[in-house]
């Protein structure tokens, strides 16, 4: 466990918010990448001690000054230890995560949820919707976060949740159970839509991989703990959204939505397709490389796609 501190010896700490101070200042002087649902020391920190003390996130502030029993410093310095030596993200240190407001279930076996879709989600995808959808497919789901927030979102339609990955759709499995959506959501093994037959949807929501050879190679050790097969996808990232754009027609019914993440590959996308009419999403909370077309859209550009 970690013993020095350059403020105060881990040995005297006593109390919640100096323990997550404590941590947040180790953190910020390591080697460490903050990109797995928080963006700052503080709030990792925090992440691990809640989790130790079985606390939710919006506990009351007054709990920054309860006094920790020695078991508990002992369990945090452990996480602490693990977060600094092996650069896990948190979220597979402490086994779950954060999306749209609602807990997930995640490990190793799949991305730690992060998109900036949620706040689509959240918003019931207004205003790209004219109406909500019946019958909506998350491609690509990994730990199911995206398909089971728009189960929440969307309480009367019906969901699938598709992935090559049989280790992922386990951990999406977890995921049904925990929020009791099994009459609405379920999961099927799918290369793309090679295992969907000839099932439409009103709304596809996918988040594949994306990431291209250069950024994969320079990216912080934290993202080599997930998945390569969730990240990588060719040289320029757009190797699966190519074969998404090509086939998503059949797929979706006359008044359906596509909408797509494509994280930093957006600009690649753009100078792939010039002549097609991407509408880039913008968020309040931050995030990027977000697009959505219309089956009308895919209809009019199907060409390009080929």
């Not at 951990?171 to 959506?181: D, E, F, P, R, Y």
């Not at 379920?186 to 291209?212: C, H, Q, R």
Request: proline residues 5%; contains cysteine; negative net charge.
């Amino acid at each position: 466990m970690i013993k020095t501190s350059e403020s105060k010896p881990f040995s005297s700490i006593t109390n919640v918010g100096d323990v997550i101070q404590w941590g947040a200042d180790q953190f910020e002087s390591s080697d460490l990448c903050f990109g797995h649902g928080f963006d700052n020391a503080w709030d990792e920190a925090a992440n691990l001690v809640l989790y130790v003390l079985s606390l939710p996130w919006d506990v009351d502030s007054d709990i920054l000054y309860r006094e920790l029993t020695e078991t508990e410093k002992i369990n945090i310095g452990d996480l602490y230890d693990r977060r600094i030596k092996e650069q896990i993200p948190s979220a597979y240190l402490v086994g779950e995560a954060w999306f749209a407001g609602l807990k997930f279930l995640v490990d190793s076996r799949v991305l730690v949820p992060r998109s900036p879709i949620a706040e689509l989600i959240e918003n019931q995808f207004t205003p790209w919707l004219s109406q909500a959808p019946k019958t909506i497919l998350d491609l690509c789901t990994g730990s199911g976060c995206i398909g089971i927030a728009c189960a929440h979102s969307f309480p009367e339609a019906e969901i699938i949740l598709s992935d090559i990955s049989t280790d992922a759709l386990a951990v999406a499995g977890q995921n049904i159970s925990l929020h009791q959506v099994s009459n609405r959501v379920k999961s099927i093994e799918s290369d793309l839509f090679a295992g969907l037959d000839d099932k439409t949807f009103d709304l596809i929501v996918s988040n594949p991989p994306y990431v291209d050879i250069e950024d994969l190679s320079s990216m912080p050790k934290e993202y080599h703990h997930e998945p390569e097969i969730g990240l990588a996808s060719g040289s320029d990232g757009l190797d699966f959204t190519r074969r998404l754009l090509r086939e998503a027609l059949q797929h979706l019914s006359d008044t359906g939505v596509l909408i797509v993440e494509v994280g930093n590959s957006w600009v690649a996308l753009d100078d792939a397709f010039p002549n097609v009419p991407f509408l880039w999403l913008e968020f309040e909370r931050g995030g990027h490389g977000v697009f959505m077309l219309t089956a009308d859209q895919l209809r009019e550009y199907h060409k390009e796609f080929l």
